[in-house]
């Protein structure tokens, strides 16, 4: 842990940069300088106490972005403008909420949302094609767009420790092929019901026939009993 409070300006004789790991300071803003490092393609800001309003001076052609452990209660919008970016992190701040705008994202590949507040997801966040890995968990979520199923690429979905509402809840339990068939059988307009029919009587009364013929089997005689 070190204790910076700010950057010196003379970072921008660093001009063949490309990785700043700037985690476990006392950061409050970032100066303008960063723009003129032209091959950062990397930058880490984990557990800093940075502002929404402090990401402008972010250089453009960043792909990966650790805003972890910081004090975000709104996402800077400065971060749509960041079109080349492949891989951020927002794990533990305090978002309530996100803002329309990742629809110009169309080149991530992992976006962690891990460990906020949040309460909905945003659909254009459903439009991102590329993203490969998505942790939403441990937020205050009961319900997903079902967009979320036309993901592609996505592998990687964490949706744990969200107080989902049912039918979502159990769905979720069984795993993301599921989730996805149920959340594409909204987007069809086709309702997806389930019930769980228990048959209880005497042995060779037609019990086994009837499952048979639910289940569309054709009439099996002296078919064996259970």
């Known amino acids: 842990r070190n204790a910076m409070t700010q950057v010196p300006p003379e970072i921008a004789n660093l001009r063949a940069l490309t990785l700043l790991d700037l985690d476990d300071n006392k950061l409050s803003s970032l100066p303008k300088e960063l723009t003129a490092l032209k091959r950062l393609n990397t930058i880490s800001l984990s557990n800093n106490s940075?502002?929404?309003?402090?990401l402008r001076h972010i250089p453009q052609q960043?792909?990966?972005?650790?805003?972890?452990?910081?004090?975000?209660?709104?996402?800077?919008?400065?971060?749509?403008?960041?079109?080349?970016?492949?891989r951020l992190n927002l794990h533990r701040n305090s978002?309530?909420?996100?803002?329309?705008g990742f629809v110009n994202l169309q080149e991530l590949e992992a976006l962690d949302l891990s460990n906020n507040l949040l309460t909905s997801i945003p659909r254009d966040l459903t439009q991102l094609q590329s993203l490969s890995e998505l942790d939403l968990s441990n937020n205050q979520l009961t319900t997903l767009p079902?967009?979320?199923?036309?993901?592609?690429?996505?592998?990687t979905l964490r949706l744990d420790g969200n107080p989902w509402s049912e039918p979502l809840r159990t769905i979720i339990a069984r795993g993301t092929k599921d989730l996805f068939t149920y959340l594409r059988s909204l987007l069809d307009g086709v309702s997806c019901y389930e019930a769980k029919l228990m048959l209880v009587g005497e042995g060779?009364?037609?019990?086994?026939?009837?499952?048979a013929a639910l289940k569309?089997?054709?009439f099996q005689k002296n078919r064996p009993t259970t």
């Open 50 to 54: 940075l502002g929404a309003d402090q």
């Open 62 to 86: 960043v792909e990966k972005l650790d805003l972890s452990l910081n004090q975000f209660t709104t996402l800077p919008v400065a971060i749509f403008s960041l079109t080349t970016l492949k």
């Open 95 to 100: 978002l309530p909420s996100l803002p329309d």
């Open 146 to 155: 079902a967009e979320i199923a036309n993901l592609r690429r996505l592998g």
């Open 204 to 211: 060779n009364r037609g019990k086994s026939s009837l499952v």
């Open 216 to 218: 569309g089997e054709a």
